[in-house]
């Protein structure tokens, strides 16, 4: 599911857009130049969004295109590699009752773990082809990125060597907090760079902001910014272990900045939502904002991803209710 | 098909049990009106709804009878606490009856189910609530102890907001001890009728509301009746001033609620991308077709073309069709005459230099349906800077300083609603200071509140509905 990284070398976004002296100065002045958010206005445009009403066909496609745009995630200290091999048993057959449900667009685990997913995943393993199941790897300290840059991107080149398609770094929202940009912005510079593989192709790097310590949408804004800017192909909202994880305004928020990044520069960049969506009729809604925010271009898995683990079961049951007619229940989905 | 072409998702009318003919709901029964009955058409499809009658005087002449009675006998001597107790009953019974009512109005408006299922009905209900508990406080709406009813109040509303406009002016009333004869709008009269129904199953004692239909001479004939001691109107600014003519050198009371043309004002520090939600939002709810709508966009220069970029592409997303579909943001204008006028208005518009862009949607072969249009290049002196369109079209001019955008914005006979986009508290304070409107809203638009007085300055009229002086107005000094 790889789609050849269109981003440029790191950093390279943020010369052209500010020019080659890239000073800690521009950066703050072009960040805090940012359009403000309204919270209320934000927050009810968001809300309009959910009192959509999708039925019939428009359910049925939006069921089949979440499970393409979930990444299946187990993040734990207690994974195991049967932990493993049976969350990526899950992504190859998501429904044994149905052959036609599609497969998620990759597994997400903990960096050591890469090596046991791409072997559980077999010839599915995407490996950097645009067909198959990705693997995705969390990195850079996470989730509270507390450690040394070098430890950072050690992280990240052993996830990649490993087989890892996608990471997913944190920010050090200690940094942004402070108002270092630059560092933070250097962070995501060096970490894509460690996302480098021999041959000179990038794995994917999705960068999370970690929103809900981020707290205010004006700092989420200028994160998504910074981020885009740094060379990060995907914005991701949540780590999972902080409350509030993704919500629909800030999801919203961060469509709103790609959409404006598309305007200026004709580049798309992904958003990933991650932690507490679990339900189909949440994810409908997200689904929803994305289309109309950004347009139906960002309704693929190259440019929207769910991040989740309970949710691949929900949207089964409502699409064997679908398909059948009647409401199953819990035991006719798979624990994995 | 692809994603944004959403599935159907109609509200089921079954939930409705409308008759074929509704009469004039006086003194607690349903009588046959002595004029000539009309039908009411749905604008989306210009299918007939219902038949009503249509009242002549001798009608008006029972219905304020009837109030009269009611009110001497009945309401006027009931303590506030238990004219509480009925308000509240009705609050209850419109809020389990919402459903029901969004359904029949949209029916009838065009308005979309969205918004008289999330707006309009659930108002209704806040708004008999707020004045539920007017009723035994009356000491403190601040004339004194003891204010008093004035009587016999008779009510004209428009079809824009049609049961969100009757509570508006039925709830205070009933709520001060008045007892009331109402007449909806010739084109929306169903809901009003729904009331009726309403009213009965509250057990309202007989008289105290009384509903009567048809068209203008019939409000004529009511604000005109010697016995009606207070008059309150919604609507445009010619009939108001024929209204205020009439009752020129008679004690009844008045309260106008008249046209406007609310210039919404964005200077270049506003969070864009709800300043662009709150234009939308502040011309195309109810298809414009709104006394406080901000049909006057005023955008500070730099940004005017970045502006305009959003709000097209926003535009462009908004879904115009069947208003019983869930998700429809855009229904039918109300009337074939209303469709004219705006037609004809805008095309003066472009006549005189103005640049009309429109929302590429497809607009059904049956019912009456304007595109959302934004026209550019309007200056100050252009006829639709000027005259209310009352519909989905808005006009833009720009402006350099901030008193300059103060300057343009009161520069209009009207003064009902104004709106603020800015970042900077201070200067949204200053602004809103100095805008002569009767509602200034800062970085939000339309929106509405039973505890809010809400009214104009100027040609937009006098009075206020809402809040404690919203109660005043149907209130008299006590001896």
Not at chain 1, 24 to 43: F, I, K, M, N, S
Not at chain 1, 204 to 222: P, Q, S
Not at chain 1, 252 to 274: C, F, H, N, S, Y
Request: proline share 5%; with cysteine.
């Amino acid at each position: 599911m790889t789609t050849p990284s269109q981003a440029l070398a790191p950093a390279e976004r943020a010369v052209q857009l500010l020019g080659g002296d890239l000073s800690e100065v521009a950066l703050r002045q072009h960040l805090e130049g940012l359009p403000t958010v309204d919270a209320v206005g934000l927050e009810a445009r968001a809300a309009s969004f959910g009192t959509r009403s999708i039925k019939t066909t428009s359910k049925a496609a939006a069921l089949d295109l979440i499970i393409r745009m979930i990444d299946l995630t187990t993040l734990q200290g207690a994974d195991t590699r049967g932990k493993v091999r049976s969350l990526v048993a899950k992504a190859l057959v998501p429904d044994a009752s149905d052959p036609a449900t599609p497969r998620p667009a990759a597994v997400c685990v903990y960096g050591d773990m890469v090596g046991n997913a791409v072997e559980a995943l077999g010839s599915a393993w995407s490996a950097g082809k645009d067909d198959g199941i990705n693997v995705a790897a969390v990195a850079t300290a996470f989730p509270a990125g507390r450690a040394s840059l070098q430890v950072k991107l050690q992280d990240t080149r052993d996830a990649v060597a490993a087989g890892a398609d996608e990471i997913d770094m944190v920010i050090d929202r200690g940094a942004f907090l402070e108002g270092n940009y630059g560092k933070v912005f250097d962070e995501i510079v060096q970490t894509k760079d460690a996302c480098r593989r021999d041959d000179g192709t990038y794995a994917h790097l999705k960068v999370i902001l970690e929103t809900g310590e981020l707290v205010t949408y004006d700092n989420v804004r200028r994160a998504s910014w910074l981020s885009i800017l740094a060379g990060g192909d995907f914005i991701k909202t949540s780590t999972g272990k902080v409350q509030p994880a993704a919500t629909l305004p800030v999801t919203l928020l961060m469509l709103q900045v790609v959409r404006d990044w598309e305007r200026l520069t004709g580049e798309r960049i992904g958003v990933k939502p991650a932690g507490g969506i679990s339900t189909s009729k949440d994810a409908i809604k997200y689904l929803v904002t994305v289309a109309e925010t950004c347009g139906e271009a960002w309704l693929d898995p190259h440019l929207f991803r769910f991040g989740a683990s309970s949710l691949l079961n929900d949207v089964l049951l409502q699409r064997q209710k679908l398909t059948t007619g009647r409401y199953s229940g819990p035991d006719y989905v798979t624990i994995d | 098909m692809t994603f944004l072409d959403y599935a159907p998702a109609p509200e089921s009318t079954s939930i409705l049990r409308l008759r074929d003919d509704y009469g004039l709901f006086i003194g607690g029964e349903w009588v046959a009106g002595g004029g000539e009955s009309f039908a009411s058409v749905s604008p989306a499809t210009e299918r007939p709804i219902a038949t009503f009658a249509a009242a002549d005087e001798g009608d008006v002449d029972a219905a304020v009878g009837a109030a009269r009675t009611a009110f001497e006998r009945v309401w006027g001597p009931m303590s506030g606490r238990d004219r509480g107790k009925y308000l509240f009953r009705i609050a209850r019974i419109l809020a389990e009856r919402a459903r029901e009512l969004a359904v029949a109005e949209s029916l009838d408006n065009g308005k979309p189910i969205k918004e008289t299922r999330d707006a309009d009905v659930p108002l209704v209900a806040q708004w008999f609530f707020h004045c539920a508990g007017w009723a035994d406080k009356l000491d403190w709406v601040g004339l004194g102890a003891s204010p008093q009813p004035h009587g016999v109040a008779a009510q004209i509303i428009p079809w824009n907001f049609p049961l969100l406009m009757l509570s508006w002016k039925v709830a205070p009333a009933l709520a001060a001890g008045n007892t009331v004869v109402l007449k909806p709008a010739e084109t929306t009269p169903l809901t009003a009728m729904l009331f009726a129904d309403i009213c009965e199953q509250a057990g309202l004692p007989a008289g105290v509301v009384n509903l009567i239909t048809g068209a203008g001479e019939t409000g004529a004939a009511l604000v005109r009746h010697p016995d009606v001691d207070k008059v309150a109107f919604t609507g445009s600014t010619a009939v108001g001033r024929e209204i205020a003519k009439a009752l020129a050198g008679t004690e009844k009371k008045l309260t106008l609620e008249l046209g406007g043309k609310g210039a919404n004002i964005v200077f270049d520090d506003a969070p864009l991308d709800q300043a662009i939600e709150g234009i939308v939002n502040g011309i195309f709810f109810n298809q414009g077709q709104v006394c406080c709508a901000g049909s006057r966009l005023l955008v500070q220069e730099n940004i005017h073309d970045a502006v305009m970029d959003r709000l097209k592409e926003r535009m462009a997303t908004l879904r115009l069709g069947d208003p019983l579909d869930k998700n429809t943001d855009v229904g039918a204008i109300n009337s074939t005459a209303q469709l004219e006028r705006i037609t004809k208005l805008v095309e003066t518009g472009i006549a005189e230099g103005g640049e009309a862009w429109s929302a590429p949607c497809e607009l059904p072969r049956e019912g009456y349906w304007f595109a959302p249009t934004v026209v550019t290049g309007v200056e100050a002196s252009s006829t639709i800077a000027r005259e209310e369109i009352f519909g989905p079209v808005l006009s833009v001019l720009t402006f350099r300083t901030p008193d300059e955008a103060i300057a343009k914005a009161n520069n209009t006979p009207y003064g009902l609603s104004a709106g603020i986009w800015s970042d900077k508290g201070s200067r949204v304070l200053a602004v809103a200071d100095k805008l002569r409107a009767g509602v200034v809203w800062t970085n939000t638009f339309n929106k509405f509140d039973p505890a809010s007085p809400f009214g104009g300055y100027k040609e937009s009229g006098y009075g206020r509905e809402g809040g404690r002086q919203g109660m005043q107005a149907y209130l008299k000094a006590g001896k």
